[in-house]
């Protein structure tokens, strides 16, 4: 299994970032897909996921209207579009894989994911 993150970087406020999570090795039609955040000195959050039989997304308001989430099943890749980035989302950003389809109320709950990517580093300056 391997989950490869990558689209971070250095991006002034108010700027956007594309990240892309590249996955092998499992049935990602079946699998939820999240986006986790650490800053540094604090708690790792989840931050957008989508189960991939459906569609169906759950995020942390305080993303909400600024960052939006996408599949492609063909390419075994989910996409995490950050637009209007905040100097707080700066962060390392990991995606993280649950084989199966997780319900609404787990899919933030780091817990719930069997497999993680090497995270991705994405800074906003101010």
């Known amino acids: 299994v391997q989950l490869q993150a990558s689209g971070g970087g250095l991006v002034q406020t108010g700027g956007s970032l594309r990240l892309s999570c590249l996955a092998s090795?499992?049935?990602?039609?079946?699998?939820?897909i999240g986006w986790f955040r650490q800053a540094p000195g604090k708690e790792r959050e989840g931050v957008f996921c989508?189960?991939?039989?459906?569609?169906?997304?759950k995020y942390a308001e305080s993303v909400k209207g600024r960052f939006t989430i996408s599949r492609d099943n063909a390419k075994n890749t989910v996409y995490l579009q950050m637009n209007s980035l905040k100097p707080e989302d700066t962060a390392v950003y990991f995606c993280a894989a649950s084989r199966s389809g997780l319900i609404k109320t787990t899919m933030l709950n780091s817990d719930y994911y069997n497999y993680w990517g090497q995270g991705t580093q994405v800074t906003v300056s101010s």
């Open positions: 090795g499992f049935t990602f039609r079946y699998a939820t």
């Open positions: 989508i189960r991939n039989s459906d569609g169906s997304t």
